[in-house]
């Protein structure tokens, strides 16, 4: 069973930073694209980052581009999302999530974590 286990979410006020966490296996790691997602109160769930397992390029919302940074370690099969300059719109559900082909779209993506809160205050 695949699993994708997120952590790091809060409570933090606006300008400020979290980083979150999505572990999950070797296997998963170093052969599906890793992707964040987040899905506010009343909305759809929509694409923040990605990364690529193979090349490691990564991908972003314009919406978070310049303060959010995705990143991996491989050492630990583990996907990092650094959020700064946080804005009460960022206050949502974040989703870890893994997809064998592609990157923005959640359609693609095959495996999802269970979702860790956001909460940014103004």
């Known amino acids: 069973q695949v699993q994708l286990v997120e952590s790091g979410g809060g409570l933090v006020q606006a300008g400020g930073s979290l980083r979150l966490s999505c572990a999950t296996s070797?296997?998963?790691?170093?052969?599906?694209?890793m992707g964040w997602f987040r899905q506010a109160p009343g909305k759809e769930r929509e694409f923040v980052a990605a990364i690529s397992w193979s090349t490691s390029n990564t991908n972003y919302a314009d919406s978070v581009k310049g303060r959010f940074t995705i990143s991996k370690d491989s050492a630990k099969n583990s996907v990092y999302l650094q959020m700064n300059s946080l804005k009460p719109e960022d206050t949502a559900v974040y989703y870890c999530a893994a997809a064998k082909d592609g990157l923005r779209l959640k359609g693609r993506y095959d495996y999802w974590g269970q979702g860790t809160q956001v909460t940014v205050s103004s």
């Open positions: 070797a296997y998963i790691f170093s052969r599906y694209n």
